[in-house]
């Protein structure tokens, strides 16, 4: 460039850049290091902070570079800080070259992520890199990049390295249409900005910033968006939305203020981004924090993932072990419920339909709220404390090599007590491929309902020493089923490049009681209303398909037997069969006898077959289903000596495995496909599910059955 070169800053192909970054980085060195600029000194307007302007011509553009006074973070304690943050805010630029150390990377970004809100295209410049270079300090750029979607380049001001390669990418960033950078908050965050953006969208708010940055910055309580938005009718419906949301911020993060919850949110995504593109060769002699050091022992490469296992494992054995208790309490109360309203009603079907339906529909749903509030309690421990984050960390790489991001495990550890919640945490994966993955492996993961099932034919064929292993062995087949299904899905349907997605690292911290309570209760609430409702409608609808139509000659016939019976187990014998007959006449009977042919290659007849259809509303029918077609009554739980020995008598060794290998994959309950089409985003994504499977349980099925005739059983 030559020095005698008229440049005007005011024409087609110019572009005007903010150099932006804390005090310290090196801006000032690298604004000298463009050669031969024209360097205009002067003050910002209105005070005496020093303006340093640089003028320079670069291919075809005229640049003008304006380097702002450092500033940690957009606060206005300072002149300097105020200077920074009202000519982001309200002066006319095209670019934001963000400068960092890179030798203090964690630090440097809390002003990079408070930028990205700034709705600006954006290049971040990683100035001191021969600084780390000599400390040890290895920054992978491109992965950054991707992770960020924002460009960083590595330079160094002092050596003179990179600078071009800084002013090119700027011209490419320039030229091609901005990029939204990728700033991702925890979960609550998450779910509160979604709920601002959609009152946005849907009265249509025009504005130059994206829906989600006007969100985050009224969550910040960013001064000039509230100025912005409070004259605006709209303001008066959103306000309430705020301050809920502010309130369920800062429960989260145990403070009553906003602005310390969202330096805490963007500390852990910087640590995030550290832990994912640092890396360091020479071991500084520092002493440890107290998070650094729990981190070497509880995500170390070797013994990380089995402590997680270890404490997962201690997780489901309260699960299981305390909710047995109140189960059996809840189970009586609406066996007693349901025997005294069904005393007060005369009509046999209005009174079946009421106990049969709608008490043993909704009574299916709460028998399992133990075991969900045990689970919600332990997963809030966990998260609340930091160590979740960090084992979606650890279990990154491991899941990578199924096609599954690391922050999947959290919905797929939440299937395990029930599918509704699972599918609803799958909302913390933000990219819609991942999240979708996710959605489609939940199913494989063997939620509480279906252990019922899993119970009764493990006591039916094999003794009570090792039938606690077999359950065992069958969760974890259902686990490593779910991988591999992921890994077909990830190379057929899901296929693309993986996309990096900063997993936020927190600080550990000691569980917060009016967290944890708030967590509980509002899941626990949220599953009994949508599951409630769903559940108690799909059991009236067996309910009508099990009793009509009415065979009033079978009724007849049976009803002179009962009479003339002697004894009262002659008598019972007789209901029951009648019980049996009549279900194999109705609707659900006909429907299980015209697919039999479809199940008949697994082993299955059509009392199994109905008993897997019955299971589409929700797998706790399935025991009841049994217990009604083997003529024992529906008064019959997983624990009944009876029906084991009516299944082991009656059905073989192999057509049990078959029907266990369906129950482990097939679709999940009514409720929870309602949930999963919902959350995948539409009706034809219920269809790829159900289609999906029920060919893979088909299939597995098949080879189940005839591998274990093979071998003789």
Known sequence: MNEETKVCPIIANHIKVALVGQPNVGKSMLINSVSNAHLHVGNFSG?????????????????TVVDLPGTYAFTDYTIEERVTRDYLCAEDYDIIINVVDSTNLEKNLQLTAELFTMSKKMVIALNMSDEADKEGIEINAEYMSELLNVPCVKVSAAQKTGIEELINMVVDVHENPKLEPKLVFSEPVEEEIQKIVSYLKKHKYEAKNSYRNIAINLLKENRKTYEKLHDDPIWIELQ??????????????????????????YASFNRGIVAEVVKVTKQEKEKKTITEKIDSVLIHPLYGIPIFLFLMWGLFQLTFVLGAVPMEWIDGFFGWFGDAIGATITNEDIRSLVVDGLIAGVGAVVLFTPNIIILFIGIALLESTGYMSRVAFLLDGFFHKFGLHGQSFIPLVTGFGCSIPAYMSARILKNDRDRLLTLFIISFMSCGARLPVYVLFAGAFFSESIAGNVLFAIYITGAMLGLIAAKILKITAFKGVDEPFVMEMPKYRLPSFKLVWHTVVSKTLMYLKKAGTFIAGATI???????????????????VKIEQAQTAEAKAKLTNEFASKNLQQSYLGRIGAFSEPLFRPLGLDWKMAVALETGLAAKEVIVSTLGVLYALGENVDETTYSLKDAISKNISFASAV???VIIMVYLPCFAASVVFTREAGGLKYFFYLLAFTSITAYVLAFLAYHITLLLGY
């Open 47 to 63: 005070v005496t902070v020093d303006k340093t302007e640089v003028l320079f011509d670069y291919k075809h553009y005229h640049f």
């Open 240 to 265: 309430p939305i705020l301050i809920e949301a502010s309130k369920h911020i800062e429960l989260h993060h145990d403070t009553d203020d906003i602005k310390e919850a969202f330096a805490e949110e």
């Open 541 to 559: 609808l067996i309910w009508f398909l099990s009793n009509y139509p009415h065979n009033t000659e079978l009724e007849k016939k049976y009803e």
């Open 658 to 660: 078959a029907f266990i």
